[in-house]
């Protein structure tokens, strides 16, 4: 039992560090570099994400048996976009303000290769709680990776955390732009690395 936990908690932990999808696998850059203009943003598209990441996991873990080999793909479009546009309903009802901030990134999760790599390289290969454990980890190591970098370009390009302004003036427009996107992204893909890397 001792064993199967751990399983569970190593497949959890390693969408945080050892497979982050955007500082060690470089996925969902379209996103990640479009939706951190700051942290409040990076941390809604993050859970968004992982919503989806989740239940369409386990859809399709469920699922893939009974998928046709040749209609596998479409297949799993189409319930990572019944997944999609749940969420779009949730987020219209009770977070307006957010849905129309992030806008046309929302119905673009239904491309994202994060959750479309993750359903065919892992769900349809394993059971349904071990993909929920899968999609968890990496929802949430990309849920951490737009956070952060949100929170690094709102402090960097206006001075404040989570809407909170703490620095008087203007801050370093760039960090707001997208060239600020990339630069932050690229020193906070080589910091993480070396965090990260074995000795």
Same mark, same amino acid.
């Given at each position: 039992? &001792? %064993?199967?936990? +751990? /399983?569970?908690?190593?497949?959890?932990?390693?969408?945080?560090?050892?497979?982050?999808?955007?500082?060690? !696998?470089?996925?969902?850059?379209?996103?990640?570099?479009?939706?951190?203009?700051?942290?409040?943003?990076?941390?809604?598209?993050g859970?968004?994400?992982?919503?989806?990441?989740?239940?369409s996991n +386990?859809?399709? /873990?469920a699922?893939?048996p009974?998928?046709? %080999?040749?209609?596998?793909?479409?297949?799993?479009?189409?319930i990572? *976009?019944?997944?999609?546009?749940?969420?779009?309903?949730? +987020?219209?009802?009770?977070?307006?303000?957010m849905? &129309?901030?992030?806008g046309?990134f929302?119905?673009?999760?239904?491309? #994202?290769?994060?959750?479309l790599? $993750? *359903?065919?390289a892992f769900? #349809?290969? #394993?059971?349904?709680? %071990?993909?929920?454990?899968?999609?968890?980890?990496?929802?949430?190591?990309?849920?951490?990776a737009?956070?952060v970098?949100?929170?690094? $370009?709102?402090?960097?390009?206006?001075?404040?955390?989570?809407?909170?302004?703490?620095?008087?003036? %203007?801050?370093?427009?760039?960090?707001?732009?997208?060239?600020?996107?990339? !630069?932050?992204?690229?020193y906070?893909?080589?910091?993480? $690395?070396?965090?990260t890397?074995?000795k």
């Open positions: 039992m &001792e %064993d199967r936990t +751990m /399983s569970k908690l190593q497949l959890i932990t390693k969408g945080l560090i050892k497979e982050n999808p955007t500082f060690v !696998l470089i996925l969902g850059m379209c996103p990640t570099l479009a939706t951190t203009t700051s942290a409040m943003n990076g941390m809604g598209m859970f968004a994400t992982l919503f989806v990441l989740v239940l +386990m859809a399709i /873990s699922a893939a009974y998928i046709p %080999d040749k209609v596998r793909i479409p297949s799993y479009i189409v990572i *976009a019944a997944f999609v546009t749940i969420l779009q309903f949730i +987020m219209q009802a009770y977070t307006p303000a849905y &129309e901030t992030l046309l929302i119905p673009l999760i239904v491309v #994202n290769c994060i959750v790599g $993750r *359903a065919e769900a #349809n290969k #394993n059971s349904v709680i %071990d993909s929920a454990c899968d999609g968890l980890g990496i929802g949430l190591g990309f849920t951490l737009l956070t970098l949100g929170l690094i $370009r709102e402090i960097i390009g206006s001075g404040s955390a989570f809407g909170f302004k703490f620095i008087s003036g %203007d801050g370093i427009l760039v960090f707001v732009l997208a060239p600020g996107a990339f !630069l932050a992204l690229g906070l893909i080589v910091l993480f $690395r070396k965090l890397a074995k």
